[in-house]
T-cell receptor
């Protein structure tokens, strides 16, 4: 089954404790992206990757890091999490950035930073 | 400054009637528009899209209308079914942009049986 898998689905942690949210897709997609969803703001892009070893900032990259060492994986790293990073996070992937190639989303990771 | 706006946070419709969800945008560079549907505890799933060269696109019960002069698009669902109850996100993109999608804040549609 074609899917985007995120882990963990839920996490409660404390300020400053480094964490990684993993994202893996099995569709051989070149493009991967991370979004956060906050009430009243919709989904905002954090980082994206056009292919292996190619990453770039989205609209809200502060406080986050990513890496793309393999095509299928695109982990999101919070080196020193803060309460304002409490949010619902989605990973997405697609074949390139063509308009006729909509993104496939994972089921989300809800992070609570205390 | 939100470039894609969905001004109605929620909408309730009776089963069998038409649901109309609205979306406005400010960036005139946007030339492709999409609607995503999201159920609780799941990620958004692609529903329907429209290119700026068209003013209407239809897929079964779902039709998207684009009014470029007004920078407005709408999603019509006819007839509405209880299974359509979900959050609907409008999104927009610019051709060739690696940044891809700009999303609205979403509208919660509830279809009452």
């Amino acid at each position: 089954e074609a899917q985007v898998t995120q882990n963990p689905r839920y996490l409660i942690t404390v300020t400053g404790k480094k964490l990684t949210v993993t994202c893996s897709q099995n569709m051989n997609h070149e493009y991967m992206s991370w979004y956060r969803q906050d009430p009243g703001l919709g989904l905002r892009q954090i980082y994206y990757s056009m292919n292996v070893e190619v990453t770039d900032k989205g609209d809200v990259p502060e406080g986050y890091k990513v890496s793309r060492k393999e095509k299928r994986n695109f982990p999101l790293i919070l080196e020193s999490p803060s309460p304002n990073q409490t949010s619902l996070y989605f990973c997405a992937s697609s074949f390139g950035t063509g308009q006729d190639r909509p993104q496939h989303f994972g089921d989300g990771t809800r992070l609570s930073i205390l | 400054d939100q470039q894609v706006k969905q001004n109605s946070p929620s909408l309730s419709v009776q089963e069998g009637r038409i649901s109309i969800l609205n979306c406005d945008y400010t960036n005139s560079m946007f030339d492709y528009f999409l609607w995503y549907k999201k159920y609780p505890a799941e990620g958004p799933t692609f529903l329907i899209s429209i290119s700026s060269i068209k003013d209407k696109n239809e897929d079964g019960r779902f039709t998207v209308f684009l009014n470029k002069s007004a920078k407005h698009l709408s999603l019509h669902i006819v007839p509405s079914q209880p299974g359509d109850s979900a959050v609907y996100f409008c999104a927009a993109s610019v051709s060739g942009s690696a940044r891809q999608l700009t999303f609205g804040s979403g509208t919660q549609l509830t279809v009452l049986p």
